[in-house]
């Protein structure tokens, strides 16, 4: 019988985008997961994506949390692998210290990590800040402009930089303003890895990278992309997942 700590034993993976992306952004992981005999889900967050008419000034990181949690009760899944990127970070924290006893591990992929009452805003560095909530201000109060996707790592002359470019929405904005609300440790008592992404190397996350570094019991991983790891490479970034599932 295989080891439930053996890479190729089937397990469930619930991926969990960041800001301005969809499910579609895990398209290529997902279908190596599965192509290896795991169980995907990649949920769009509420007012993204395909979900984008669900735009809303009342969207907050709670509504995030509530989205993930939906499909892990809705499917009926227990020990999930839940990964989250960038933005996602904070969401799969928030969904651990709801859910601890569904989730079998946490993974961070170059993902921010909120304490108990902190903002994505209240921790990104100031001039970061000033320039969204300037761009907020000038489309309406209501979401972040989509970037340019050499924002995320991705060479503007990338074979996927058009297919990335064409599906980033804007996001909205209350999910960065609102705090996370945690009881428990950030990953409360599961099995969690940080996976650093290094070349470029994403700089606003730099505090979220240390932090996780500095944590006892964690495992920290780096491959060497862009920001958007599973757009740009894909077949490590699975490897690295099976590994820390």
């Not at 997902?30 to 969207?59: C, K, Q």
Request: proline content about 8%.
């Amino acid at each position: 019988m295989p080891d439930a700590a053996d890479p190729l034993t089937p397990k469930t993976y619930v991926l969990v985008h960041g800001a301005w992306h969809g499910g579609w952004c895990w398209r290529d992981v997902a279908d190596l997961l599965r192509a290896r005999g795991h169980r995907v889900f990649a949920p769009t967050l509420t007012g993204l994506g395909e979900r984008r008419h669900h735009l809303s000034r009342d969207i907050s990181l709670s509504t995030f949390v509530a989205d993930v949690m939906g499909v892990m009760e809705a499917e009926e899944l227990e020990d999930i692998v839940l990964v989250g990127h960038s933005h996602g970070g904070a969401v799969i924290s928030g969904v651990a210290d709801l859910m601890p006893e569904r989730i079998r591990a946490l993974v961070y992929l170059d993902a921010t990590i909120l304490q108990n009452g902190e903002s994505a805003f209240g921790v990104l560095p100031a001039e970061v800040v000033e320039e969204r909530r300037h761009k907020v201000a000038a489309t309406g109060g209501l979401a972040m402009p989509v970037p340019e996707v050499t924002a995320f790592g991705i060479p503007a002359d990338h074979p996927r930089a058009g297919w990335v470019r064409r599906r980033l929405t804007p996001h909205p904005v209350g999910s960065y303003e609102s705090p996370l609300a945690l009881a428990h440790p950030v990953g409360n008592g599961r099995a969690c890895t940080y996976i650093s992404c290094t070349n470029p190397l994403y700089l606003p996350l730099q505090p979220a990278r240390d932090w996780a570094r500095a944590q006892p019991g964690w495992s920290w991983r780096e491959i060497a992309t862009g920001h958007d790891a599973m757009v740009l490479a894909p077949e490590a970034l699975v490897g690295l997942l099976e590994e820390a599932g």
